[in-house]
């Protein structure tokens, strides 16, 4: 393997494992992934995941309607503790 390329995936699959939050075990993966990049790039192709999807108007309904709802409950959970009456997702 060419070392520039070699080095290119290394700190690729580094920046993925930290972007996960450092998890332990999946060293093979973030490489994976890393190298799947890298060989797109080399390409000159476009990731499928990397493609934004087009906005129309049943997707800017449907995410109103999921903030509205409060489904986007990821936000702002972290300030609750575990104990505390939101965490079985039931109102007070």
Same mark, same amino acid.
Do not use: K, N, Y
């Given at each position: =393997?060419? *070392?520039?390329?070699?080095?290119? +995936?290394?700190?690729?699959? *580094?920046?993925?494992?930290?972007?996960?939050?450092?998890?332990?075990?999946? *060293?093979?993966?973030?490489?994976?992934?890393?190298?799947?990049? &890298?060989?797109?790039?080399?390409?000159? /192709? &476009? =990731?499928?995941? =990397? &493609?934004?999807?087009? +906005?129309?108007?049943? /997707?800017?309904?449907? @995410? /109103?309607?999921?903030?509205?709802? @409060?489904?986007?409950?990821?936000?702002?959970?972290?300030?609750?503790?575990a104990g505390s009456e939101g965490a079985s997702?039931?109102?007070?």
């Amino acid at each position: =393997m060419d *070392h520039d390329r070699e080095r290119t +995936i290394r700190e690729r699959a *580094h920046a993925i494992w930290e972007r996960e939050g450092r998890p332990e075990g999946r *060293h093979e993966e973030h490489w994976r992934l890393a190298s799947d990049e &890298v060989e797109h790039d080399e390409s000159g /192709s &476009v =990731m499928p995941s =990397m &493609v934004p999807e087009p +906005i129309t108007s049943a /997707s800017l309904a449907s @995410g /109103s309607a999921e903030r509205s709802s @409060g489904s986007g409950a990821s936000s702002g959970s972290g300030d609750r503790d575990a104990g505390s009456e939101g965490a079985s997702g039931q109102e007070p």
